[in-house]
């Protein structure tokens, strides 16, 4: 029961220590750059939604060029063309 008061103070205090964090702010539009940073910025968000909007594409591709390499190396193992001399 003595920690009781100190609780109480600690979890009033919680509200006070989460407003003084400050959220980062996002803008869109069209305009002059004043710092190199807020161009890089932008060149990353761009670059992550692109590659974000590719992924699904790139996956589909990757998937079916996979299979046929695997089955032709099977299909090389069991013809034992791997075993075989040079012409």
């Known amino acids: ?14 509200p006070g220590l989460a407003q003084a964090q400050g959220l ?16 890089s910025t932008t060149l990353q968000i761009l670059l992550t939604l692109t590659v974000l909007s590719m992924a699904p594409a ?3 591709m990757t998937t079916g060029f996979t299979r046929i390499v695997i089955v ?5 193992q069991a013809m034992g063309t791997q075993q075989m001399p040079p012409n």
């Open 1 to 14: 029961m003595r920690w009781l008061p100190v609780m109480v103070a600690l979890v009033g205090l919680l």
């Open 24 to 39: 980062p702010t996002l803008t869109v539009g069209i305009g002059e750059a004043t710092e190199p940073g807020q161009v």
């Open 58 to 60: 790139i996956l589909l």
């Open 72 to 76: 032709l190396s099977f299909v090389r």
